[in-house]
């Protein structure tokens, strides 16, 4: 099965493009061959038109919390609400979102999916440090323009399939909190260590079980890229991996899954 990991980004550009970790999964093993870098939205659409079979974890928000989207009297369903926010804009999207925040009380400003509070991820309605909200604004109405199949948020039966990851998740069952900034003034020995713990964990197989062969000259890279999004990648990857060997059991995403918020792969 051709796997794919993308590490995305809500504003592509040279100095930070959409980074897509290419690989062939069999069985309980994962080969990652290469790293494409995609530095417009225009390429990252052409990415999601490419035929299937295959199997990516996406690095973004699919979904909203539904208190949020209830709150502000959002439509309900998936693609409805998609159509929603694009219609709004970034500007009206951000002024809504920010004035949702400073609604609510201090120490719950941000609602919160499900599937955040299990994974750890940031809640989707977050807008800065990281701007997931962007992120979701940006790539969940092109995966639902796209055609592809969504578990649980938009069955399509198309051979193009689309699952939520979180590169952070994995990076914490391995005891890892920090081994990336996209500051390089902060870039750090100790930075470099926890990434190079990183690889050799998925080369053994840590912690999915699934095993990842990565060549020598790109582990170098992934090692070396201190902001890293190449390591993103990688992990997402691996989270597609997980996903697709339960590709009978709904790739392993909970069956009471909440249409309008999505669930994280592996979480």
Known sequence: MRIYGVDFTSAPRRAKPITIACGVGKRNLL??????????????????????????????????????????????????????CRALGRGEFKRLLDAYRESRPAGA?????????????????????????????????????????????????????????????????????????????????????????IVAALERGDPTAVKTGIHEKLKVEIIRDGTGDLLDAALCAVQAHWGWLRAAANYGLPPALDPLEGWIVSA
């Not at 499900?114 to 991820?121: K, P, Y």
Request: hydrophobic share 45%; with cysteine; glycine share 8%.
């Open 109 to 197: 400003r941000y609602a919160r999916r499900r599937g955040d509070a299990a994974s750890g991820a940031h809640p989707s309605v977050k807008l800065v440090n990281p701007p997931v909200g962007f992120m979701f604004l940006e790539g969940a109405p092109r995966l639902c323009a796209a055609g592809v199949h969504v578990p649980g948020l938009s069955e399509t039966r198309d051979t193009r399939v689309a699952l939520e990851a979180y590169p952070g998740l994995l990076a914490r069952r391995l005891g890892v909190r920090s081994y990336k900034n996209d500051d390089r003034r902060k870039w750090t020995p100790a930075h470099r260590a926890a990434r190079r713990l």
């Open 31 to 84: 080969r990652i061959e290469k790293i494409d870098r995609l530095e417009t939205f225009a390429a990252f659409e052409a990415f999601l038109a490419r035929p299937g079979p295959w199997v990516g974890g996406f690095d973004f928000p699919f979904g909203l919390a539904r208190e949020a989207v209830i709150d502000l009297a959002w439509p309900q369903a998936w693609p409805a609400l998609l159509a929603h």
